[in-house]
């Protein structure tokens, strides 16, 4: 079945430091990939539609110069937290729709970040 | 606003049947969706309903009434392995088939021997 992958599984960084997660589609190709973010015992809350060949729509809230994002080829978009601070210590998970007609979306496994 | 409820917790014995039940408020609706989530995994597919009524697939079944904002998850002949959260998300307006999905806070299921 399809497969979505993130890397790395968990990073810990210092602050003021910037990380890059990855998502990639395995066997699918993926115009279209969502950025969830999960604080502990709190809903997925999306972040930002990632587009590949334009730019991300970012949802309310949510700093687009500091949540970048590139989804630049049809089965990777990356997400870069920039100059990151203990909030931003979360779990960011990506998932991408198999193709443009489907309803289900497959999920990453996820990516613990801890800013220490 | 954009509001999902689901209980916090549920605890249930093995070889029993436990429903999880899910309320909304969304400004659009574009269906329901059930997902389950072992800690520190990805969650996976459980079910869809975009039309009212009851969707079954072998043991896990799931109702839609859109006039009430609700659903339900029935899960049947439980096992330990269905110990996981169990998310209620409903996608929203934009992005046609590929929308967002607006997830509740999840329901921890715990099922004792």
């Known amino acids: 079945g399809a497969v979505v992958s993130q890397h790395p599984s968990w990073v810990i960084c210092k602050s003021g430091t910037s990380v890059k997660i990855e998502c990639r589609s395995l066997?699918?190709?993926?115009?279209?990939m969502f950025w969830y973010r999960q604080f502990p015992k709190q809903s997925l809350m999306l972040m930002a539609t990632?587009?590949?060949?334009?730019?991300?729509?970012?949802e309310q809230g949510v700093e687009k110069d500091k949540f970048l994002i590139n989804h630049a080829s049809l089965t990777l978009s990356t997400l870069t937290v920039t100059s990151a601070h203990p909030e931003d210590s979360s779990f960011y998970i990506c998932?991408?729709?198999?193709?443009?007609?489907?309803?289900?979306?497959?999920f990453g496994p996820g990516t613990r970040l801890t800013v220490t | 606003g954009q509001n999902i409820d689901q209980p916090t917790e549920m605890t249930a014995t093995e070889g029993a049947i436990v429903q999880i039940n899910c309320t909304y408020q969304?400004?659009?609706?574009?269906?329901l969706f059930w997902y389950q989530q072992h800690a520190g995994e990805a969650p996976t597919f459980l079910s869809y309903?975009?039309?009212?009524g009851l969707e079954e697939k072998g043991r896990f079944s799931s109702f839609l009434s859109r006039s009430k904002g609700y659903s339900y998850l029935l899960l049947k002949e439980l096992q330990m392995k269905d110990s996981a959260s169990y998310l209620c998300a409903v996608r929203g307006n934009y992005g046609g088939s590929q929308g967002n999905l607006i997830f509740g806070k999840g329901t921890k299921l715990s099922v004792k021997p």
């Open positions: 990632s587009n590949e060949g334009s730019k991300a729509t970012y």
């Open positions: 309903n975009v039309l009212d």
């Open positions: 969304t400004s659009g609706f574009n269906g």
């Open positions: 066997d699918f190709q993926a115009t279209t």
């Open positions: 998932s991408a729709p198999r193709d443009r007609g489907s309803y289900e979306q497959y």
